[in-house]
């Protein structure tokens, strides 16, 4: 039997399986000869031609559990970034978070509570259900339906936040503003109505400095330690040098001082052609006065030392 026909989102449950008259036995051997994964409990992904790496499997694991629980929680923190295709930062992509929603269905009570109302955290190995969200209502599908629900998207980056911490939150939040599903409006609304959960007063200063123009996460975590060490910048600068037209990744602010962040990316090709333009690049900006501060990963790991380069960078622009 073809499984694409019984999977949906690429997915299926035992008891559809069952259904079908493909029993555990059944699957087992499915698994071993490779053709599907098993993603939890209950649950299995289709196997195409490549082998789902960790974030696809996280994905998957994350609308399984989804749908699995749709009656009474959502898909939420970086489980729904990831969902959305959304840049993250160090999530663990061994657990699935999902957030329990207000009862909107028939018994609610003004505030959206009903006597089913889960209170408390659930953990379990691979998932965690969190609590509601103060009176922020949740409505969720009922136990017959197909797709699951998700939490708002900007609750979401502000809860990946709370999870892990500031960059976590600003990473998905530049890129979902580069896209236009989230607005500084909607992300304060988040923060609000997360107020009073353990650690927001840091994720709200940081979302204080969500910016559209920030392109890459790299870029993002940049300009989050920039900041953070006291340097005022101006993100995607336009320069021209010798009559030609470049962008920065960040100028500090008052200098002649450009800041580039150095990705794998760029470079991945390892085509000389590409390193001989990036050297002529920056040869020209330096012939107009300018001085360039490359940083990599690494250095960002060390803060101090980015406040050194990019104070020596400044004394010599002087």
């Known amino acids: 039997m073809d499984l694409r026909l019984i999977a949906r ?34 649950w299995y992904a289709v196997v195409a031609s490549d082998v789902p790496d960790r974030t696809e499997l996280h994905r998957l694991t994350a609308l399984a559990l989804g749908r699995q629980f749709r009656a009474r929680a959502v898909i939420s923190h970086h489980s729904l970034l990831l969902l959305r295709r959304l840049p993250t930062f160090r999530p663990d992509l061994g657990v699935v978070h999902l957030t329990s929603a207000v009862d909107d269905g028939p ?67 530049d890129a979902a503003m580069r896209a236009g599903s989230v ?21 709200r200063v940081a979302l204080t400095g969500a910016d559209a123009r920030h392109e890459s996460p790299g870029e993002t975590r940049t300009a989050y330690v920039l900041r953070r060490l006291g340097f005022e910048v101006e993100p995607q600068l336009e320069v021209v040098a010798e009559g030609r037209l470049f962008r920065a990744d960040f100028r500090i602010k ?37 001085v360039v501060v490359r940083l990599v990963w690494a250095d960002l790991e060390d803060p101090q030392r980015v406040r050194r380069l990019v104070l020596d960078a400044v004394a010599r622009a002087a």
């Open 254 to 290: 008052g200098t002649r001082v450009l800041v580039e962040f150095d990705g794998a990316v760029k470079y991945a090709d390892g085509r000389r052609s590409t390193l001989f333009e990036e050297k002529r690049r920056e040869d020209a900006l330096r012939r107009e006065g300018w």
């Open 183 to 203: 607005t500084p409006a909607t992300l304060a609304a988040a923060v609000a109505d997360l107020r009073h959960h353990t650690g927001i007063g840091p994720v």
């Open 9 to 42: 989102d690429g997915i299926f449950s035992t008891s559809e399986a069952e259904r079908l008259g493909i029993d555990r036995h059944a699957l087992t051997r499915l698994c071993r000869s490779g053709e599907v994964a098993r993603l939890t409990r209950g």
């Open 107 to 173: 018994g609610a009570d003004a505030g959206g509570r009903t006597g089913a109302r889960r209170t408390v955290t659930v953990r379990r190995p691979g998932l965690v259900i969190h609590r509601p969200v103060g009176a922020l209502r949740l409505s969720t599908p009922g136990p017959d339906g197909d797709r699951p629900a998700t939490m708002p998207l900007a609750h979401a980056v502000v809860q990946a936040g709370l999870l892990g911490g500031p960059v976590s939150a600003l990473v998905p939040a």
